[in-house]
Structures are given as C-alpha cells and as structure tokens.
C-alpha cells in the first residue's frame, strides 16, 4: 500500500519498523486522511514480523497535534470534536499502549498538543536536544488529549503536570529527560541513529515478556498491590511456558547469547 502522509519503512533483517510522520510544511499535523494512513500502517507493522516500532517525524518537527485546517468551523456546522477524538485520537492511543512489541517515539523536533501526548503513548521516548514539548491546548481554551491528563501527572507529578496543562509552556528536551518526562535525549544528529540502533537491540528481546511488562507497569497506576501481585502471578505463569523463558535458561546455562522468537 502506497501512503501520501506517513512512510512506513520495515526492516526485515533487523525486524525493525519505522513510521515517520510525513507532512513537514504542516509540521506533520494530523487529518484524518493520516489517521487512516496510519492505521492502515500499523496494520502491516503487525502482520510484517516487526517486533520494534519507531515512531519520528520528517522535516523539523515530531508532530503539532491536529491540523485545525482539517476541521469545519462555519456557524452551526463546527466539527464535535469530541468525535473527532473518539474516532481517531483515542483508538490511536489505545492501539499504541497495546502493541504487543517495543514502541519507540524518537521526538527529532517540536511536539506539540496531541503530538506531545502521541510520544508519550509510545513506550520509551527518545529526543533531539533541540525537540521540545508542549501542551499547547489551553492556548486555544482546550484541555490536554490523547491521554495527556493520564500521562502527565504520572510521569511528572500533579504539581508539573498542571504547571504545564495551565501555562502551555513550552518544555525544553532537556528538561523532560530531568523531569522523567522521556527516557532520554541525544544531539540532534544522533537521534536517528541511537532510535535504531536501541529498537534493533529490542526487536532481538523476548518481546513477549516485554508487552507483559508494560502490561503490568500500566496496571499498577490504578489496580491495588494485591491486584498486581495477582496480576504478576498470572502473567509469570504464562511467560514460564513460553519458548522464550526455556530459551533463555538454556542459554544461560550453556554461556551463550539467547535466541529469543518472542513466543
């Protein structure tokens, strides 16, 4: 399938996909032509064998969140957008935490509104130093989507997390890497390569023990501790039947690397 406003590069030897965001003049805003393009996307990246997922943006920006330009606002026809969050924002946010392998957001510049929120879905967000992070909704008297009110105070606390959500100030990759925000920030050069050279190294883990942990990591914000000791319990089980927990004992046992399959 050909695509106008993403790329969709897969990599069959490192199993590595990449979905570069692909509408720079635009800051690689959403419409929803893109979001069909990116779901369409992500359909082949889960049937192709890819077992790691880097999510970047072309040009000079991540993403800008949604392109105003693709909503109606004549009087008594103004686009719902809650609608427009249910039908594209919020299965987008939901498909990412649930991918059942590494995701990795490598922010290479501006991300703003639900772009911000569209990293911070991903498993481990990466950053040029030059990238920042806005939630930039209450500038047009709209509050945070695609989960930011979920994510924010999670990763940064209640008081940052208002902080940003009140002002819309921009944050500095830097300070979101201090902050706890992202996982890590890298000179702008280096992103590219440091994004494919970590999804690389994940796509050869046991990626079924990885979507169990970010199963369970995303469990604890809101189940009990004896939900969650229930919780591992389970899902323990079921990753000591797997082809890769024999794997990786008899590796361990013959002082070899693994060869883990993700099964």
């Avoid at 209450?138 to 208002?162: C, E, N």
Wanted: with cysteine; hydrophobic share 45%; glycine share 8%.
């Amino acid at each position: 399938m050909s695509y106008e406003a993403i790329r969709l590069d897969i990599d069959s030897s490192s199993q590595v996909a990449t979905i570069t965001l692909n509408r720079p003049d635009k800051l690689n805003s959403f419409t929803r032509a893109m979001h069909q393009e990116l779901g369409a996307a992500l359909d082949q990246v889960e049937t192709s064998g890819a077992r790691a997922l880097v999510f970047t943006g072309a040009g000079r920006g991540f993403c800008a969140g949604q392109d105003l330009a693709d909503l109606d606002f004549t009087p008594g026809a103004t686009t719902d957008l809650g609608t427009v969050i249910d039908e594209y924002f919020n299965p987008l946010i939901r498909r990412l935490q649930a991918l059942p392998f590494p995701v990795i957001a490598a922010v290479n510049g501006t991300a703003a509104g639900a772009g911000a929120n569209l990293a911070l879905a991903c498993d481990l967000v990466l950053a040029a130093r030059s990238a920042s992070f806005i939630q930039a909704f209450v500038k047009i008297g709209l509050v945070p989507d695609s989960g930011g009110t979920w994510f924010l105070p999670q990763r940064v606390g209640m008081a940052r997390a208002l902080g940003l959500a009140i002002t819309g100030d921009k944050l500095s990759a830097d300070k979101a890497e201090s902050w706890g925000l992202i996982w890590q920030v890298f000179d702008d050069t280096e992103l590219a390569p440091a994004a494919a050279k970590l999804a690389s190294q994940l796509a050869q883990q046991p990626t079924r023990a990885i979507a169990a942990i970010k199963q369970a990591m995303r469990a604890g914000a809101t189940q009990t501790l004896d939900q969650q000791l229930d919780l591992e319990r389970d899902l323990q089980r079921k990753l000591g039947a797997s082809h890769d927990y024999a794997e990786g004992v008899q590796a361990f046992i013959e002082k070899r690397a693994p060869r883990f399959e993700g099964r």
